[in-house]
Structures are given as C-alpha cells and as structure tokens.
C-alpha cells in the first residue's frame, strides 16, 4: 500500500525532496480506488485526467508556479458541478447527465492546482444518513464493510478514510459531512452558512446547504477553507467578509470556556461508549485549565422536527425542476405531458427522496401552512438565537457528533424516524448557520470509530480550528 500522508505539508515536503512525484502520488491513489471498488465510494473517477493534471503540476511545481494546493489529490461529492463531467447527485433522475459549467467550488480547487481524482456516492440528492438512498447502492464503511459510512457524503468520507484520495469536498445540509466524518474516523468540517459559494451545488434545502473538507488534519482544513471562502458574484447569500490565511494563522488557542449537553451525558439514546469517550475529553480539557460546564438546551426536542419541516419544504420547492421536460430523465411510458410529470418523477426519484418531496409539499399546502412550516420558521429563530446566548457565555459548545457509531447496512429500512433522530446533535449548527466540526475521537471496543462535535460563533471559523487542532493533540 501506498504511503499513507495526513497532511498535505507531509506530502509537499516528499515532493521537494523528490520522493515522490504528483503523478506517482495519483497513480497510488487510483491503485487504492481499484483495490476497494466494493466500498463503492466513487460513482466516477477521473483516471486518465487525473494523471494529465499530474504530470502538469508536476512541471509547475519544477517552475516553481504551482498553486497552494499542488500535490492534494481531492474527490468532489456527485452533487457539485464539473464542466464536461458527469453529475447525478446519486440520482436516477440526473443518470447521464453531463454538467455544462463548473462550480465556484471546482474553479477554485483548480486556480490552486489541485487535482480532482473523481465524483463521490452520496445519498440521493443529498438526502439522508446512511448513505443507502443511493441510486447506485450503499457505500460500505472501511473500518467495517458491514455498517454503513454515514451521509448523506458517505462516498467523500470513505474515500478519505481508505486513502483513495487525500482529502474531500462534501456538502453538509443538517450534518452531511459532520455524520459520515464520525463514522469514519475523519475531520469534517462545517464553516459558517454563507461562508462558501453553493454556486454549481445541486440544490436540497437552500438556507441550509453549505460546502466543507473531509480531511485528516485541522492544517488541510483550514487551507481548504481559505481556496474555497470568499465573494462571489454567483452566489447573492454568500458573506462579503474577509478571507484570512486560515492555514498560516493556526495558533494556540488560549484557556477557554466550554459548554456541553448535559442530555449527551444523560440521555438513554446516546451510545455508552460515545458518553464514556465525551466524558474522558471533558475530564482532559478541565485538567488543562479550561472550564467546562453542563448546559440544559431547551429546544432540543424540537431541532430534528424544525429541521426535516423545513428542509423538506425547501426540497420540494428545489426539486420541482426535475419533471422530464427539461432535462434528465424522461420516462419511455409518458403517453402526454401529464403522464411525462408523473411518470418521470415517480421512476427517477428513489423512495426517501420521494418521502421529503411528500413531507415538504404537504407542510406547504394552504391548510397546514400556517400550523407546521410558519411554525418552523418561528421555532428556528428561537434555537438561533438560544444557540447565540449560549456562545456569548461560551467559547465552544460541545457534543457528540452522532449518537451512536456507524450502524449495520439496512438498519434505516425499518423506521425512517428513527434515521433522522441520528441528526439530533448536527442539525443545531445548520439551524442555527454557525460553524461546526467533528473530530476523531478514537474508536470504540469494536473498533468503530466515534466522533465528537464543536460548535462555535458564526464566522469565528479561526477559533473553531485553532481549538480543533489543540483538542486532537490532548
């Protein structure tokens, strides 16, 4: 097996010293990818490409012209747009479909020089936990081919968990990279709503959707943050702030204080190893001087029905768009327009993405309006703006990413409801637009790997990471 980098400073370093050349580094990885096509983490690679691109940044790195992520070889989620590349979103209604331009996210890893390997599995759309509403089947996880990798990035994360390739870009709507991250035993990272353009993202839920790195250090993360942060004259919701040096700016973070869940502790739901794990950081950051404290969230119970109400009322408005006529797929039993519609949507869309459209589509009819989606929207403002005063008192808050560790491949077929409860502790930051991270927090006696959440104030990405790289070395 090829040498396995956990940052790319790892990597540029064997570069300079001639170790290894970006075309070799990509032939490794594409000889990873074929040792593990049964994890099904790749919908598309981008073989013959990739070794192109290599072999160019190979002679911009001998010029010395080479970009700031020369030598990081990148897997895109199959819902971010690449010119002249395939993009489906895991759907069979987009199967085929070629994309006619590329993403803000695509144009920057490119300007840096970094070479993108191929297009992830992720759930359908994007939709889901498990990464098993896939129209080209479940992603298998590493550590245990049996369990599923987390979603809806499934596919960006176990790539990165195998080394397949050296990090990913995935897109979190409720938690889509922060889940599969945890599962995996990798860093995955939310930035702040706003903070990175969904321009060429395909839509699920617009005021939610938000784009971040799976890597396997805060270093990468940060340096990713810092290519893909910034205007863009594309995307109307993106923050005008300023774009820092992330990377070079990682520091020591200071003494600081830290709230956590007092229901992650307590609650029956959450799995006793990922207690025993959370309590053990506790215990390190209060003996390295921090003060930790317990906080009661009183919304709690409401963060998974305000979520799954407003976000599937925004699918069922964004997914409108696929009706057989424009483009994808067009059913071959439409007699008239009618039928096309109905027929289209009914064999293209797979079942959970079907359940969302239903779900949003009856929130937003004229009865019930009123009385479930206007009431979201209300209840979201609360949890924002309790999630605020929180951080006004506190630096971090603290909580497991995931209740439990990845679960066997067809455990979300018996009840959906309780698929959606495994997003209780990720969908606050979505709710709330701050920035969020999952960190390895090392594995449980079955040797799953379990994770553990940070949350901070929004924009306040600097501190996330600078705390983040600290916590990982306690």
């Known amino acids: 097996m090829a040498k396995f980098y956990t940052s790319l400073n790892q990597i540029k370093g064997d570069l300079r010293s001639g170790e290894v050349t970006v075309r070799g580094l990509v032939k490794n990885y594409l000889d990873q990818i074929k040792r593990n096509t049964h994890l099904n983490a790749f919908n598309e690679v981008f073989e013959h490409e990739a070794l192109v691109r290599a072999a160019e940044v190979d002679s911009r790195l001998e010029l010395g012209t080479a970009g700031k992520l020369a030598g990081m070889v990148i897997a895109i989620k199959d819902n971010i747009c690449y010119k002249g590349h395939k993009v489906s979103a895991s759907s069979k209604i987009l199967d085929g479909f070629t994309s006619i331009y590329s ?9 840096e020089d970094a070479i993108i390997i191929g297009r992830c599995n992720c759930d359908e ?8 509403s896939s129209y080209y089947g479940p992603v298998k996880n590493y550590a245990d081919n049996t369990r599923v990798s987390g979603g809806s990035s499934g596919g960006s994360a176990v790539a990165v968990q195998s080394n397949m390739c050296h990090a990913a870009i995935g897109t979190d709507t409720g938690g889509s990279v922060r889940q599969p991250a945890s599962f995996c035993g990798v860093i995955g990272f939310k930035p702040t709503y706003g903070r990175i353009s969904r321009h060429g ?9 938000q784009a971040g790195p799976i890597t396997h250090s805060v270093e990468d993360a940060a340096l990713l943050l810092e290519v893909l942060a910034g205007r863009d ?4 919701t993106l923050s005008s702030k300023e774009v820092t040096s992330f990377s070079t700016e990682l520091k020591e973070p200071g003494k600081k204080r830290i709230a956590y869940l007092q229901e992650s502790i307590s609650s029956p739901g959450v799995d006793p190893e990922i207690k025993a794990a959370l309590s053990e950081y506790i215990d390190k950051l209060r003996a390295d001087g921090h003060t930790v404290k317990p906080i009661s969230f009183e919304y709690l119970d409401y963060l998974v029905p305000t979520y799954y109400i407003l976000a599937t009322a925004e699918a069922s408005s964004n997914l409108a768009r696929y009706d ?6 067009r059913s071959p039993n439409a007699t008239d327009l009618q039928s096309t519609y109905k027929r289209s949507r009914s064999e293209g869309f797979g079942k959970e993405v079907k359940r969302r459209i239903m779900l949003g589509t009856f929130v937003l009819s004229a009865g019930y309006y009123d009385a479930y989606y ?10 924002r703006e309790k999630t605020e005063s929180i951080l006004e008192e506190y630096d971090f808050i603290l909580t497991p990413t995931a209740p439990e560790p990845a679960f066997a491949i067809g455990k979300e077929e018996k009840d959906p409801v309780v698929t959606y409860l495994s997003d209780i502790f990720t969908v606050q930051a979505s709710l709330a637009g701050v920035p969020a991270i999952s960190l ?9 790997p379990l994770g553990l959440q940070l949350l901070t104030r929004q924009f306040e990405e600097q501190e996330l990471l600078n705390f983040s790289k600290y916590f990982l070395e306690l």
């Open 374 to 383: 206007a009431k979201a929207q209300k209840t979201r403002r609360l949890i």
């Open 125 to 132: 759309f994007a939709m889901g936990a498990t990464n098993e």
């Open 440 to 448: 390895p927090a090392g594995n449980n006696s079955k040797g799953l």
């Open 201 to 209: 993202i395909i839509a699920y839920a617009s005021s939610f959707d």
């Open 233 to 236: 004259e594309y995307d109307s």
């Open 103 to 111: 993403s803000t996210i695509v144009e920057r890893l490119l300007a």
């Open 324 to 329: 057989g006529v424009h483009y994808g797929y």
